[in-house]
Each structure stands twice: as structure tokens, then as C-alpha cells.
């Protein structure tokens, strides 16, 4: 996840080495923590959330200074003045490290602090609501970006929430996972993701693991291939696509000796979606045509665009047939370099 705040960065633009001409102490902005020239950048941005437990706190300056604990290893990070309890699990975001910084205020010097934009989680900031417990469900989709992974998650009872993790490849979809608590955001944007979550949870992780998923051979079949058809509980009937090249999922079955390798066009509900495998995002369609028993009323389509779980779309691309990428992925038919139109 990338974060734009302008107090970070004149301390950023240094530590990227851009063309720009090396700021001093009093050229930080108001309420930036004084960077003497004896501060030193570490030459690290972190790219990944920071988290640990809270072993130590200091207020100073508008700035909370805390002391992670994580694995044996301690980390001071400074945020924006913010409370945070001793004892308490917290995530900041990525920042830069500073190497010898002496902090005026605490009359002290840290051997290495990390400056980050702002906490993630440990503490309830305005327009925020703590997620006292933690939450279970079906994992409808994921999405990595930015050193996170977003997850679309299905509660037994409930709406469809949506989450953020630190980044975690290897989440299923489809399993039941429980999720620990965290902060929960509002009318939050993803810049790397070019979209705005009505709301979102940040959230440490899965709090154990799931024990449901399958073993085995099962394992390492792919999330699209025939033993991966997605089973979907309500009755689908999606209106027909327009134009010369549109078809149903059943048709495209049908005719794919013939169709293949040319554009065709074709409307349906994202059943499921698996995003940055092979650099692509794979997405599961159907529209209420094609046969369940023989799998022919499933379509996967890959694109770069990665449309919700739910959303009735429209995908055009060129339609491959008996397609076999390796390792388990292999489609009798498949829709590739998809174009897709959410209705």
C-alpha cells in the first residue's frame, strides 16, 4: 500500500536520493521531528507493515516513540502522537529508518528508529472503530498489493467485509479462516490499487489455520483447472452480452474449435477471483448457462483488471482452447488478455 503524507516527505525524497537539493533541520515542516545533521539515514525504507508488541512508549513532541517486541528483537518506530498501550499488539506503516538520530526533546539518541506515517493498528484514531474481536468467514478473494494482501471475506452471518493483511500469497480461497482484530477505516484509498474501500479492516493476520482446506493431491491442483470449478449456492442468470462476438459461457464451450484464437465478447457474475498469479488475475465467471456436471458453465479469463466477487461484467479477449500453462493450470477453454466492463 503506498501512502502520500506531505509531513514524510521531505524525509522520504532524501532517503530515495531524488533530485532534489538535501533538506536541514529547520527546513522540516511544522511538527516534523528535527533531523539534525547528525541523524543519519540507514539507507532502509521498509516496504512491509512493522508490527510486534507495544514494550515501551514515550510521548514527546507530538510524536509517540514505541518500542516493538517481535521475536526476540526489539524496534523503535515513531508515529504521529497517538495513544498506544503497554503490553498492546500494533502495526504501523512502512517508513524510513534513521541511523544515530538524537531526539532533543527526550534527550536522548536511538542507535536505529523507523519513522512511519502512522499506526495501522494499537490504537483508535478518528473516524476509526477497534475491532475488539476476531472475525471468521469465507475467503471470497484476495488481492496482493503493496505489501499487503486484501482480502474479500464472507462472515456465516453478515455482510461481506473487506480486509488488509500484511502480505500473505499462500491465503486460500475459498477456506474458512478466522482473522484477529484491528482497526477498521473508512472511505480508504488504495493508491496502488486505484480504488476506495467504503470500509476496510486492517487486520494482524489469520489468528490460527483454517484445518479445512484440502490435502494432498488436491493441494496442487490449480485454483482454475476443472477440479477448481467454482460452486456457486444461488441460481446465476446473466442477460446475454451484445454484438457480433458475444456469446454465452455455454456457447463459447460449444464452439470453441472454432472460436478459438479470435476476440469474443462475454457477460457474467465474478464468482471468484485470484489476483498476481503468473502476473495475470484470474477471474471465474458464469451466467446461469453451460452444464455443472461437465464444467462447462464456469469460465476463467485472465486480465490485468480485477473486479469484486459479485460483480456482473463484461470481458472480451481472445479465446484459447486446451490451454496448458504448467503445473496443474490447464483449461479446456479459457478467455486470455481479457478487457473487463463492470455493468
Not at 500494533?90 to 532533543?104: L, R
Not at 472460436?259 to 457474475?269: D, E, H, M, T, Y
Request: one cysteine or more; a positive charge.
Amino acid at each position: 500500500m503506498t501512502y502520500h503524507r506531505t509531513v514524510f516527505m521531505p524525509l522520504l525524497a532524501v532517503a530515495l536520493m531524488l533530485s532534489q537539493t538535501a533538506f536541514c533541520a529547520e527546513d522540516a515542516p511544522a511538527g516534523h521531528p528535527q533531523i539534525p545533521a547528525s541523524g543519519e539515514s540507514a539507507g532502509h525504507q521498509e516496504a512491509a507493515p512493522i508490527t510486534g508488541t507495544a514494550a515501551e512508549v514515550l510521548y514527546s513532541g507530538g510524536y509517540t516513540y514505541i518500542r516493538l517486541e517481535k521475536d526476540g528483537k526489539s524496534t523503535w518506530v515513531a508515529v504521529p502522537e497517538a495513544k498506544v498501550k503497554v503490553g498492546s499488539e500494533v502495526s504501523v506503516e512502512p517508513g524510513e529508518e534513521m541511523a544515530n538520530f538524537p531526539s532533543k526533546t527526550l534527550n536522548r539518541t536511538f542507535e536505529r528508529i523507523i519513522f512511519s506515517n502512522a499506526l495501522i493498528s494499537g490504537a483508535a484514531k478518528e473516524g476509526q472503530a477497534v475491532e475488539t474481536k476476531p472475525i471468521s468467514g469465507r475467503v471470497l478473494q484476495t488481492i496482493n498489493s503493496g505489501g499487503y494482501t486484501y482480502v474479500l471475506l464472507k462472515p456465516g452471518k453478515g455482510e461481506k467485509r473487506w480486509l488488509a493483511i500484511p502480505e500473505n500469497p499462500g491465503l486460500p480461497t475459498g477456506a474458512e479462516i478466522t482473522f484477529q482484530g484491528g482497526v477498521e477505516m473508512t472511505n480508504f484509498e488504495s493508491k496502488t490499487l486505484k480504488r476506495t474501500f467504503d470500509r476496510i479492516l486492517f487486520s494482524q493476520g489469520p489468528m490460527k489455520p483454517t484445518g479445512k482446506e484440502k490435502k494432498g493431491k488436491a493441494q496442487k491442483q490449480s485454483s482454475g483447472s476443472k477440479a477448481h470449478v467454482v460452486k456457486s449456492d444461488e441460481k446465476i442468470k446473466v442477460e446475454k452480452a451484445t454484438g457480433p462476438n458475444a456469446y454465452t459461457i455455454g456457447e463459447l464451450y460449444a464452439a470453441s474449435g472454432k472460436l478459438s484464437r479470435k476476440k469474443v465478447s462475454i457477460r457474467g457474475k465474478v464468482i471468484k477471483v485470484s489476483s498476481g498469479i503468473m502476473n495475470r488475475n484470474w477471474v471465474h465467471l458464469q451466467d446461469g448457462s453451460g452444464d455443472p456436471r461437465k464444467g462447462t458453465h464456469n469460465l476463467v479469463v485472465t486480465t490485468n483488471d480485477v473486479p469484486a466477487v459479485g460483480d456482473i461484467v463484461t470481458a472480451t479477449g481472445i479465446l484459447a482452447k486446451d490451454k496448458d500453462f504448467g503445473g496443474g493450470y490447464r483449461y479446456a477453454v479459457i478467455l486470455e488478455k481479457a478487457d473487463i466492463v463492470i455493468q
